[in-house]
């Protein structure tokens, strides 16, 4: 009986120390000052200054305020920044809408492109941008990222989705004279990033065409721990 009660409190004691070791990751603690900054207790609020009109909303920890702001956001279409962009991205990480995370991350990286492509990104006024956007790429793409290809297919599609939606509604704030802009025509340099970007896609696709790229994605995945870190369902 003693070996029967001491059996079952070894099952015990080794399902409870699985259950402690989540490795699951629901939210992507960053931290890019000034502009962001995760709560230290996962229940807290971020402090984030990427948008006056947005900040508060942002920094939420409701989903239907998150899906407001991401709302608010997408009809600001021509003014709204490639950083505001991600902070919404990956607030919406964290409050459980991962696929519209996925999307509106790779919405924010390709106006990072178009901003690269048409503004002087190191002139003094624009500050830390290229160097915070830079950071918040490194930061919070593995997790993204790390989700994202959980299913090759539903990537590929959001990718597609976001250049789409990127070409259709221009940084068009980047034409405003008192924009240090790179040198040659700003409508031009728009053209061009979007031949860029659409030719970076058409790439990355036909390599996630090949059943063999794709083994070896998965491979990696697999020896790496991601499915477990990013495939969870809640």
Known sequence: MRRGIAAA???LAVVSAAWAEDVRVKRIAVDVEPYYAAAQDPEGAPRIAVSKRYDRLLASSRRDDIERARDLIAKEWDTISPMALMVLAIRLYDVGLRDDAVYWFYVA???FVSAMRVADMQAREL???????????????????????CDIEK?????????KWTID????ALLDARVPAQSGDRKDNFRRSFNEMMESLQ???AYLASMANVDELKKKRRESGADEKYCWRS
């Open 9 to 11: 409190l070894v099952t």
């Open 109 to 111: 990286k390709n106006r």
């Open 127 to 149: 500050g830390d941008v290229d160097s915070a956007m830079r950071s918040f790429v490194d930061l919070a793409g593995p997790v993204i990222n790390g989700y994202a290809f």
């Open 155 to 163: 990537q590929k599609v959001a990718a597609r989705d976001a250049l």
């Open 169 to 172: 509604h221009p940084y068009t």
């Open 203 to 205: 790439k990355e696709q």
